[in-house]
Structures are given as C-alpha cells and as structure tokens.
C-alpha cells in the first residue's frame, strides 16, 4: 500500500514550469514544504507570491531537492536544466504523484491513449455524474488535479494522462486504466515509436490485483506487450465489435464514425464493471454534443455538412473519421508528426479531393499524392476560398458532400493551438454565405 503519511511533508521541491500544473502544485504544497520555482521563459509574468519562490539557474546545482515536479510540457532532454535533471531523474515526480499522494484512497478512471482521450474522458465523467456521484474531470482536461477542492472518500476522478505526464509520474496508480489506442505520436519527444508505446503501458505497470487495465485487443504492439510483461491487474480485452448490439440503443450519429464506436467499447466496459445503469449511460451517449474542434459538425443542410477536426494532430487521428465518411473536401496541413503516415488506401479514399495548406505541405503531397486527388496553398484561407470555389462549380445535388477540417499535423506553425485553428477556420466559413453553397450542392 502506498504510503502518504510523510513523504511530501517538510521537503524541498523544485517545481520546473509554470503553467496551469506547476502553479497548481506549488499552492498545494506550498505550507508544508519548502518551495522553490523555476521556469526557461525568465520574462513569464508570475504574481507576488510565486514570485518570491522564484530561484534563479545558478542556484539550482547549490540546492539539495528532495523532489522535482516537472510540468508535462517541458521535454527534459531539451529544456535548460537538462543535465542537472539527468543527474537527478530518480527525485522526478508530476503533480499526478502528488494528487496520488493526497487522494490514494479516492477511485480513479485513468484514460491514455494517441487518439480519443478527451471524448472519452468527458463522455465517461458524464455518465458517472447523471448517476448522481461526486466525480471530477481532470489531468489534461478540465481544472489541473491538484486544484480540485473540498474532496470526499466517495470522489471519484476521471483522469485524461498525456503521455507526457505518464513518462515522469513515480508512485501514480490507476484504479481502471484504459489505453485507448497507440499509434505514431510525440516521436520529436520520445524518440522512437517504441519509446512512446511504452510511456503509454506504463500506466498499467503500477496497478495491483485490485485494479482493472481496459486495452485494445486488436492493437499487435498491446497484445505482445502483455505477453512479454507479468501484470498484476484484470485484463478487460475491449474492441468495437463487441459492442455491435448495445449498438442498437445508440441514436447519437457523434458515435457512428469507426473512432467514436471503439471509444465507446471502452466507456460500455467500464461502466459495466461499474454497474452503472443501462437507461442512463445510454441517455447521456445520445445527449452528447462532443468537444469543440473534436469532429464537430458547425453546419448541416440537406446537402452539405461542415465539420471541425482541428484537434486532429496526425494522420491516424484523421482516418478515424475519414474511415465512415464519402464525397469529402478535405482541408489539412501544419506542422508533421515524425514518423507519420497516412494508411487508408486508394480505394479507400476514391471519393476524397484534399485541399493542402502550409508550409509543410510537401510531407502531406508525399503522403497523399499517389492515392487521391489534391490541391496545395500557402495558407488556410486560400485554400477554404478554392475549395468553396470547386463546390460552386460542381453542382451534382444528389450527392451529399462533406467538408472536414481535419489538418493532421499540429497547429503552431500558424496558430497558437489546435483551438486557436479550429477558431480560426469557424471565423472563415462564417463569412461564407453558407445558404447559398448548401443551395447549390
């Protein structure tokens, strides 16, 4: 059992980063222990009272830390302290440890995976709540976890874990653990695929024969994984066609796209284990609106519908909707994933035009240009004015035609963040005459 009684109590932390989860840890360990502050960005503007725990680089090697929280941005083989926190990896902690620390005794529902983690997450937090439990949605969405307030023993915690928070977590243990999926993602940060894949399965190398691990049967990297390691945890194995009858009470078509039904596999097998009721995990699925920039649909006619993907970051995130989807106008571009590539097939994607934009639009004419039809531009707008441009001209209206935004590389070439984006390309249709281009599809 882990021990919580002293092990974060009169200590020395260095918390290196100040976003949303290094200030969160610093107010929750602040009266009890000794805090210093640190962060690459000196200009990073930082009230009063962080402030004065602020510590500058030429004292960190002088200071003996007990612990140091590391925020899940910061990429220590990159970051200015790189050396001292080689030298010093073994006191790396996250502010996941610390929340484990504080709430071992709270359940929690851990969900990880490259594609699907914030639906779920939200989705699961949801169907928990309309049962009317106390349950918090935390991690790498909603409030950071160490900001969560007037906890109980009945709370329970839905927790989104990035791979990042994954990798540098010491004594973080998931209850139920779900690995959603794992393909080529973060291979600039983790080096090798298999460096990543493994990040990923940590969160199940901590959990007891008390817990539960919910892994995708169908992935080959997953099932050599288990057979090779001795787990101490339930093997739940979960795939979409599973659920191929509960199916039948789904009236939410958010979930009828290849990606949502196989998240929703792994919200059904945890709410089974839960014993949670059918009528109400059912309502709330088919009450679902879905995430901003997460397949969100922001237009429907009879004869055209407009969707916003802009959290779509890789390829693989992309073909899981591309999969369920015919006659799409597809818009991407941005800043590559190492190691992507794009699976679907020719026959696959025969009823696909894709509309490249960017600077890196080279990699993604690499990848696409022997299986569908494209066109490429220096920037989104230019390639919204030509693609609304071909749909004006091309007006066969039995045909029902998509426009997915679905860039399938990250955002920060142009943008600040894929929200940022997917803002940006809501501001540009807005300004289209939406009437009159549903009218003339």
Known sequence: ?????????????????????????????????????????????????????????????????????????????????????????????????????????????????????????????????????????????????????????????????????????????????????????????????????????????????????????????INNFIKKKRLRSKIIRVNKSSIKKRMLNIKNKYFFTEGNVKNLSFILAIAKKLNLSDKIIYKTINNFKGLKFRQETIFKSKNLTIINDSKATSFSSSENILKSLKNVYWILGGIPKKGDKFKLSKNDCKSFKAYIFGKNKNFFINNLKDKLHFRSFTNLNAAIKKLISDLMLNKNICEHKIILFSPSGASFDSFKNFEDRGEKFNKLIKKLNLRKLANAN
């Open 1 to 221: 059992m882990f021990d919580s009684r002293n092990i974060f109590f009169n200590k020395r932390f260095l918390i290196y980063g100040l976003g949303k989860s290094g200030i969160s840890s610093f107010y929750f360990l602040k009266n009890d222990n000794n805090i210093n502050v640190f962060d690459d960005n000196s200009k990073l503007s930082i009230n009063k009272i962080i402030k004065k725990s602020l510590i500058k680089l030429s004292q960190i090697k002088k200071k003996n830390f007990d612990f140091i929280v590391v925020s899940p941005g910061i990429d220590i083989k990159k970051c200015k302290l790189k050396n001292y926190l080689k030298k010093n990896f073994e006191r790396i902690i996250t502010d996941l440890d610390i929340f484990f620390y504080k709430h071992n005794k709270n359940k929690n529902i851990t969900i990880t995976g490259t594609n699907g983690k914030s639906t779920s997450a939200k989705l699961m937090f949801d169907i928990i709540k309309n049962h009317k439990k106390d349950v918090r949605l935390t991690g790498n969405i909603g409030n950071p976890i160490l900001f969560e307030k007037n906890v109980k023993l009945k709370t329970m915690f839905i927790v989104e874990a990035s791979s990042y928070q994954i990798e540098y977590s010491k004594f973080f243990k998931a209850n139920y653990a779900a690995i959603l999926n794992i393909t080529p993602d973060h291979l600039e940060r983790h080096g090798s695929f298999n460096n990543y894949a493994n990040t990923k399965l940590k969160l199940i190398k901590n959990q007891t024969k008390k817990d539960y691990a919910f892994l995708d049967s169908d992935n080959i990297y």
